[in-house]
């Protein structure tokens, strides 16, 4: 050991007197002697660490200073159980850790039945099963909490007293916002706004010329996000009463394109259903942008088994992606790999993987003949799908499955014979010929043919062109993948977030059906459920007398076709040619947030009077939204009246007339699901753990979104709310006047699925600080308080680890068929060009809707670079008001790859200038290598216009902004118009979803 090194660590003050070290004399001296200097320490030895919340001296002593209750953490949307730490006298919230019950935040997870206590002794230092059941909380999870005291938090009404975005607002009483919004009137000094109960029409048309579009209640539109364990409860108790058809989620922003590629390989457009790898078996994991460890759903999780996959088991992970991510590092060696290619080449890069796949036989043969699910049961297989049915391909009914009745038909690879699918084992799976049937002769290719000419339009060297990488490397993927059988997996999310995702997914998808990977142990699963919550066995608290069922278009244009409108209808009979609609419809999308402002200035397919947001903010992360703002600033141009229901003004409540405010993480009530990437039952529960700091209403209330519906469904007389509004299954009628009315049931619900769990004790009722919570638990649950209890106790209801398996295969299976035609796909056109979509993935070139080429339109000569986003493993977009968040990641930066760089003249710290036709940003230049030549990665999450980034007036005072919080780069600021449409953003072709990848960019020095 060094002389200096040994004598600093014995304490000897001659270290101070280094030449070396001169400039730190004092600190040394400080530090060598053992003294105090600078701002004094609440104890010498533990400095200001926390005080405990309790002793393990073979059990648990919990401290009574702390509440310690399980919750779930909000930081972000995979919703984690987390263990919240209250200091009672402040009833603040001082550490959160991870919940061990809990799927999300351990695995292993501790059994459901673990006693309260011992989930705490058996994480004790000294316990043997520390490691096992260890439980955290991210760099997320560990800090958000600090968004509850923030000082630019709305915790009264505020109604805006200047024009809209001019951030200038006064708080009003609870109630005056109440009679304002439903009666309307001169509410601004700016003419007449109708109110909520006047737009509550359910019999007057909303056109007369045009009733299909439904009811005058149609005209409001309800905005939303993320499910945080509410969603449920803002559609069916209040959408459904008020009897309006629309309802948006921000998923047109997020991952639409992911959710609508993998619901047409699983055949479902209602639900959308989606799947994740078993990360945890899996043997070669192939993720194209959403690497564990740096992005994706559950984040945590997927990360845990991540390493766990690597280190104990015999998975690979390999990234396709532009940027090399975190997913990827030295110390796995062979047991990781990263696949540049160009942002958007995601699309060619895998349909030269199924190219090669079919042409090199590499598909497992005996799975894809499987043409039933009688034929799947009788052979013991996990799934199915329609490789071996037969499509239509005579014009009079081409892209028709050949069905006899309702079932297809399928030719016998034994005896060649044309026979219902049920009835055959193996059926033929490369058919193209004319069959025979009901006397009539049919031009029919299979599934499997199409999706092989498909794959076979374009050249290897195409899609190797295309994607940016040589051939070969797509070869040698496809063999290695292949290779693993049914323990090779596929992933992807919002990095398929450009003009042509829809189809990016359906392929990336199809690759798991050439392995036959559904429903096996290592290969995909659609996740394993939840226990039955809103509707249980106690209760049915979706349902209520008076419940109305939408109808009509939506103003959206979604999951209705175009040829189903008067618009389409008239046109044919004038004998004129119905293409282009006005306007893009979406037959099989399930909403799009980001076209509700347009759609609504255009008045295609109607204008909306009024606009409930719901903690939305589309403004933020729609790429192009610098457009829509313009339209958002005037009341008469997009919507007369919005209504923002957020705890912080943030970039679209800006433009809000009023806002309401909601609670925020660990004052909210909620029953969640994991969103992906778990074989077995999750119900993850929500409370307020500490008493939300919000105005409240005349009973008391804490004003949130969820007793906000309640006293604005009062108002409107709406059903569903008040005394007698929920209905027990046994007939009896319960009240419904404070939130805890319906959640505290669906716990119930939750506590007494597949046979119930068992009733807490006095002692764990303590442990887990519930005792403020008793004497409401007996009032709505009676005799089963105490089984409710167990629930909250452990912060939802999770199922054994060992029941997600039944040897080889998921014991929580996706039981529809895998789509390798989709026949509504292949069925419907493109509602501005007339052309048929592809019912199998198809190469398409970046465009917009029209079919233009994005590269002709926006050439390389003038924009040489490409910009693309990537998710943040501490940022999200919810989290911008959390300043210990930006302690940890103060900022963001534009990243290129150094030789690239530096063939531009551009250093490393460089203030620069991203160029593209439609948007400007600026930002500081790091240098970033493992990025694509040419291109741009810009990390999402900060470069706000809100929550502090702006300055704002309340009752005459100014809160300034914080340069703190403006910093960093937004890539949707980039985002393009299609100029094919009337005002609207660039998004996918097929589905509508925004598109915020592959931007094409210039840079400059600032």
């Known amino acids: 050991m060094n002389k200096n090194r040994r004598r600093f660590l014995l304490g000897t003050t001659v270290v101070a007197g280094c030449a070396s070290v001169v400039g730190y004399k004092d600190t040394l001296k400080a530090a060598a002697t053992m003294s105090r200097n600078g701002v004094k320490t609440q104890d010498p030895i533990y400095t200001n660490s926390l005080e405990t919340e309790g002793e393990i001296e073979k059990i648990f002593s919990k401290n009574e200073e702390f509440s310690l209750r399980n919750s779930v953490c909000n930081g972000c949307t995979t919703h984690c159980g987390v263990r919240v730490k209250v200091d009672n006298k402040k009833d603040t919230v001082v550490k959160v850790s991870g919940n061990p019950y809990s799927p999300l935040s351990t695995d292993p997870w501790l059994p459901y039945n673990t006693p309260i206590e011992k989930s705490f002794s058996l994480l004790g230092k000294d316990s043997k099963d520390y490691t096992k059941y260890r439980s955290t909380a991210c760099a997320r999870g560990n800090v958000v909490f600090d968004k509850i005291n923030n000082e630019l938090r709305v915790l009264k009404p505020l109604k805006r007293v200047g024009k809209r975005g001019e951030n200038r607002w006064k708080e009003i009483e609870i109630e005056q916002l109440l009679e304002e919004i439903t009666k309307g009137g001169n509410l601004f000094g700016e003419g007449e706004v109708e109110g909520l109960a006047s737009i509550r029409d359910l019999k007057k048309p909303l056109k007369k010329e045009n009733p299909e579009m439904g009811p005058k209640a149609n005209q409001l539109c309800i905005l939303g996000t993320g499910d945080d364990g509410r969603k449920a409860y803002m559609v069916h108790r209040f959408r459904n009463s008020f009897g309006t058809v629309n309802y948006q989620g921000h998923t047109s922003i997020c991952g639409l394109s992911m ?70 590092n030295i110390a796995v060696g062979e047991k990781s790999e990263w696949i540049p290619i160009l942002p958007g080449g995601d699309l060619a890069f895998a349909m030269g993987l199924l190219q090669v796949i079919i042409n090199e036989s590499l598909y497992n043969e005996k799975y894809l003949r499987i043409p039933s699910i009688q034929a799947q049961k009788r052979l013991n297989d996990a799934s199915y799908t329609n490789a071996a049915h037969l499509i239509i391909q005579d014009e009079e009914k081409k892209g028709h499955i050949l069905q006899d009745g309702k079932e297809a038909l399928v030719i016998d690879s034994v005896d060649k014979i044309l026979k219902k699918a049920s009835l055959v084992d193996q059926a033929e799976l490369f058919v193209n010929q004319e069959v025979v049937f009901d ?17 076979d339009e374009q050249t290897l060297d195409t899609y190797a062109k295309e994607a940016g990488i040589n051939k070969e490397k797509i070869i040698s993927v496809a063999r290695e993948f292949t290779s693993h059988g049914r323990k090779a997996a596929t992933d992807c999310h919002g990095g398929t977030m450009h003009t042509t995702g829809f189809y990016t997914t359906y392929a ?70 119905p293409y282009p609609a006005k306007d893009t419809w979406y037959p099989f999308t399930n909403a799009i947030e980001s076209d509700i402002i347009t759609n609504s200035a255009n008045e295609y397919p109607y204008k909306l009077k009024a606009l409930i947001s719901w903690n939305a903010n589309f403004v933020y992360g729609q790429s192009g939204s610098q457009n829509i703002t313009k339209l958002l600033k005037d009341p008469n141009k997009s919507v007369p009246l919005i209504i923002a229901i957020d705890p912080f003004i943030n970039e679209t409540s800006q433009y809000a007339d009023y806002i309401v405010p909601d609670s925020v993480i660990y004052e909210t ?14 119900n993850t529960a929500a409370f307020p753990t500490i008493k939300p700091k919000q105005a409240t209403f005349k009973n008391g209330e804490p004003i949130c979104m969820d007793s906000f519906m309640i006293e604005l469904g009062k108002k409107l007389n709406l059903p569903g709310f008040g005394e007698n509004a929920i209905i027990g299954n046994n007939g009896k009628k319960y009240p419904l006047n404070r939130p805890q009315d319906f959640y505290i049931r669906a716990f119930e619900n939750i506590a007494l699925d597949k046979g119930g769990v068992p009733d807490i004790t006095d002692e764990e009722i303590k442990v887990s600080s519930l005792e403020p919570y008793i004497n409401t638990l007996k009032n709505i649950c009676e005799d089963n308080w105490r089984k409710t209890a167990y629930v909250m106790a452990r912060g939802g209801r999770f199922e054994s680890k060992e029941r997600g398996y039944i040897k080889d295969k998921l014991s929580h299976k996706y039981e529809k068929m895998i789509n390798i035609y989709n026949q509504t796909v292949g069925l419907s056109k493109h509602a501005l060009t007339g052309e048929s979509f592809s019912g199998v993935p198809k190469f398409y070139q970046a465009r917009l809707n029209n079919g233009d080429l994005l590269k002709d339109i926006y050439p390389k000569s003038k924009f040489p670079m490409l910009a693309f986003s990537y998710k943040s493993n501490v940022l999200s977009q919810c989290d911008a008001s959390s300043s210990k968040l930006q302690n940890i990641r103060f900022t963001t930066y534009i990243d290129i790859n150094p030789k690239t760089a530096k063939g531009r003249g551009l250093n490393h710290g460089d203030m620069v200038k991203l160029s593209s036709q439609d948007g400007v940003v600026k930002g500081m230049l790091r240098y970033r290598n493992g990025l694509y030549p040419e291109c741009i990665g810009i990390e999402h999450g900060l470069g706000r216009d809100a929550q502090g980034a702006v300055s704002i007036t309340i009752n005459d005072k100014i809160f300034s902004a914080k340069v703190a919080r403006k910093s960093g780069v937004n890539i949707n600021k980039l985002g393009l118009l299609d100029t094919s449409r009337k005002l609207s953003t660039l998004c996918d072709f097929v589905i509508g979803s925004n598109a915020r990848q592959a931007i094409p960019i210039e840079i400059t020095k600032v």
């Not at 031009?443 to 498909?454: H, P, Q, R």
């Not at 290969?523 to 009509?552: A, E, I, Q």
């Not at 009530?669 to 999750?682: E, F, H, L, N, S």
Request: glycine share 12%; aromatic share 12%.
């Open 669 to 682: 009530w909620g029953v969640a699901g994991a969103w992906a990437g778990y074989q077995t039952k999750i």
């Open 259 to 328: 959710r609508s590629g993998e619901a047409s390989y699983l055949g479902d457009f209602k639900k959308y259903p989606h799947l994740k790898p078993d990360f945890e078996y899996c043997e070669y994991l192939l993720t194209f942008g959403t690497a564990p460890g740096q992005a994706g759903n559950p984040f945590k999780r997927q990360g845990k088994l991540l390493v766990k996959g690597r280190v104990k088991e015999n998975l690979k992970c390999v990234t396709v992606a532009p940027m090399l991510t975190n997913s990827d």
């Open 439 to 455: 006397n009539k002769t049919y031009n029919v290719k299979s599934a499997m043919t199409l999706l092989k000419n498909s794959a």
């Open 508 to 577: 990336i998808m199809m690759l798991g059906a050439m392995v036959g990977n559904l429903n096996y142990k290592g290969g995909m699963s659609s996740g394993g459920g939840r226990y039955k919550d809103f509707k249980g066995l106690k209760y049915n608290l979706l349902g209520y007398k008076g419940k109305v069922k939408p109808k009509g278009y939506r103003v959206d244009k979604t999951r209705v076709a175009y040829e189903k409108t008067a618009e389409y209808k008239q046109k044919v009979e004038q004998g004129i040619n």
